[in-house]
């Protein structure tokens, strides 16, 4: 009967050690899955914002080089050669020559007014780190389009339409793409564009990641159903739980140990 104590007191111990061990392990594993993924879903967004930066900036440099050519008129060559830069250009929709209010003198492709639901004010428009370069919605029928308005004097400016393309926004991973989506929109709350599998099914727990540009007034959100994270990139959770169970029997059989040498 006495002999069966020590093992019982040992039996004890290690369990005990791997229960408080699996405990510690389970958070442990837990919040470190959980970082990795908000830092990938960070720079996923991040990914997405660099890339409307970057179409902001292709539109831009058009511009400028528009103006530099002399065609910020409505005259027919310069609208003719506008064409043919626009057609070298697939982000570029068209180009308008607008007057200092933010109203349409006239356009590359006129026919293109007609898609137009609306059209802001230069009030309206937003600014960019660029003072001579601003942003706004486009409505049209068919989905909304981005603008990008480059002053060019005193009285008048060029303003590319940019498409939004839906290639902007797919960089979700396979085992995200039914549970997320992925928006674009100006700071001023005016959603450009969003990427989602299913436009008819709503996330029942969303989770929001979110990126804002320094240098032009636009904002990236990625958003998660919360119930797919729990399962996305787990893989590192059980093999942590079991290095935690290890390590707690091993905790238990050195406290057993040392509680032997110190008894009488």
Same mark, same amino acid.
């Given at each position: 009967?006495?002999?069966?104590?020590?093992?019982?007191?040992? #039996?004890?111990?290690?369990?005990?050690?791997?229960?408080?061990?699996?405990?510690?392990?389970?958070?442990?594993?837990?919040?470190?899955?959980?970082?990795?993924?908000?830092?990938?879903?960070?720079?996923?967004?991040?990914?997405?914002?660099?890339?409307?930066?970057? #179409?902001?900036?292709?539109?831009?440099?058009?511009?400028?080089?528009?103006?530099?050519?002399?065609?910020?008129?409505?005259?027919?060559?310069?609208?003719?050669?506008?064409?043919?830069?626009?057609?070298?250009?697939?982000?570029?929709?068209?180009?308008?020559?607008?007057?200092?209010?933010?109203?349409?003198?006239?356009?590359?492709?006129?026919?293109?007014?007609?898609?137009?639901?609306?059209?802001?004010?230069?009030?309206?428009?937003?600014?960019?780190?660029?003072?001579?370069?601003?942003?706004?919605?486009?409505?049209?029928?068919?989905?909304?389009?981005?603008?990008?308005?480059?002053?060019?004097?005193?009285?008048?400016?060029?303003?590319?339409?940019?498409?939004?393309?839906?290639?902007?926004?797919?960089?979700?991973?396979?085992?995200?793409?039914?549970?997320?989506?992925?928006?674009?929109?100006?700071?001023?709350?005016?959603?450009?564009?969003?990427?989602?599998?299913?436009?008819?099914?709503?996330?029942?727990?969303?989770?929001?990641?979110?990126?804002?540009?320094?240098?032009?007034?636009?904002?990236?959100?990625i958003r998660i159903d919360k119930?797919?994270?729990?399962?996305?990139?787990?893989?590192?959770?059980?093999?942590?739980?079991?290095?935690?169970?290890?390590?707690?029997?091993?905790?238990?059989?050195?406290?057993?140990?040392?509680?032997?040498?110190?008894?009488?």
């Amino acid at each position: 009967m006495k002999a069966a104590r020590p093992k019982l007191s040992l #039996a004890a111990l290690v369990l005990a050690g791997m229960v408080a061990f699996a405990i510690a392990g389970h958070f442990a594993a837990t919040r470190f899955i959980h970082d990795q993924q908000a830092r990938q879903l960070d720079q996923l967004t991040e990914v997405v914002l660099r890339r409307s930066e970057f #179409a902001v900036d292709f539109a831009a440099a058009s511009l400028d080089e528009l103006a530099s050519r002399g065609l910020a008129t409505c005259d027919p060559a310069s609208l003719q050669a506008i064409r043919l830069h626009v057609y070298q250009r697939s982000a570029v929709k068209d180009v308008r020559l607008v007057n200092s209010d933010g109203s349409v003198i006239c356009s590359a492709y006129s026919e293109t007014l007609e898609f137009d639901k609306g059209w802001v004010d230069r009030a309206d428009m937003l600014a960019s780190r660029d003072s001579k370069l601003m942003l706004f919605r486009v409505e049209q029928f068919g989905g909304d389009a981005l603008g990008v308005l480059r002053d060019i004097g005193d009285n008048k400016a060029l303003v590319a339409i940019l498409g939004i393309n839906s290639s902007l926004f797919d960089v979700m991973p396979a085992e995200l793409h039914a549970h997320g989506e992925v928006l674009l929109a100006l700071t001023n709350g005016a959603q450009l564009g969003e990427f989602m599998l299913d436009a008819d099914k709503a996330l029942a727990h969303p989770v929001d990641f979110e990126r804002s540009s320094t240098r032009y007034p636009l904002r990236t959100v990625i958003r998660i159903d919360k119930t797919v994270l729990s399962t996305w990139n787990s893989e590192a959770y059980w093999p942590a739980m079991a290095v935690s169970l290890a390590l707690g029997a091993l905790f238990g059989l050195l406290l057993s140990r040392t509680q032997r040498m110190e008894g009488p």
